[in-house]
């Protein structure tokens, strides 16, 4: 399978997902929030809070840290699973936010193969209410999924589900790549 048929641009919803896992841009709580995050808690229903409270505590007392992530089941949601992980908060791009944004889609990533996850779904970690200026961010989840893709045989379908003005960044990129 090459790239082309392995990355897809969703315009939508990614609480509605038919794939194995989305990811949630959580904050370092994982007790939900605004945004994507809140949307994943809300739709997947009470047990995911559960299932975090129970994470923090045995695992990560004082949060989940920024680039890492963790999986949980998808509960009422369509996808089986939600891969949890931090993004950072940008500040200028001179504190190592680039390489913490790459750890997120590689983390969760390996997460997904570790797994034996076929499909995973992204939204556009870190480009909202953390303030990560769009076009570095989708160079960066770009890159990085191009270069797991490249060396994995899972997942053997990534998704970016975006909305609003990251589609037309998104889908620009993606072509001059020649992926869609």
Known sequence: MNLQERIKLVEGDITKEKVDA???AANSSLMGGGGV???IHRAAGPK???ECKKIRKEKYPNGLPT???V???GYNLPSKFVIHTVGPIYKGGNYNEPE???QCYKNCLELAKENG???????AISTGAYGYPLNEAADIAIQEVINFLKNNNLPEQVRFVVIGPNVDVYKT???SMGLI
Do not use: Q, Y
């Open 48 to 50: 995911l809070l559960e």
């Open 67 to 69: 680039g890492k992530a």
């Open 117 to 123: 996850l076929k499909s995973i779904s992204f939204p």
């Open 22 to 24: 989305i990811v949630n």
């Open 71 to 73: 999986i949980t089941k």
């Open 173 to 175: 990129k993606l072509k």
């Open 37 to 39: 995050d809140g949307a």
């Open 100 to 102: 913490l944004l790459a």
